[in-house]
């Protein structure tokens, strides 16, 4: 997935550094994109609590809820 990219800087422990590295000599990866694929893990396990449409499961329970139902097309 070719997306263009800003820059951005990120703390890591020196343990994460080292085996980054590592890695990175014995794939040829770049360190960069081990980084994404990690954010993207996280999007991804946590994509619950982001905004985004409803599944329909979503949308019934949400039809329960009155505080929801301003989301929904009714």
Do not use: C, W
């Amino acid at each position: 997935m070719d997306r263009k990219k800003i820059s951005t800087t990120v703390y890591i422990t020196q343990d994460q550094n080292s085996l980054l590295k590592l890695l990175n000599q014995k794939t040829k990866v770049p360190i960069a994109e081990y980084i994404r694929e990690g954010i993207d893990l996280v999007l991804e396990k946590h994509k619950q609590v982001l905004p985004g449409q409803l599944s329909l499961l979503q949308e019934e329970d949400a039809k329960k809820d009155p505080r929801q139902s301003k989301f929904l097309d009714n």
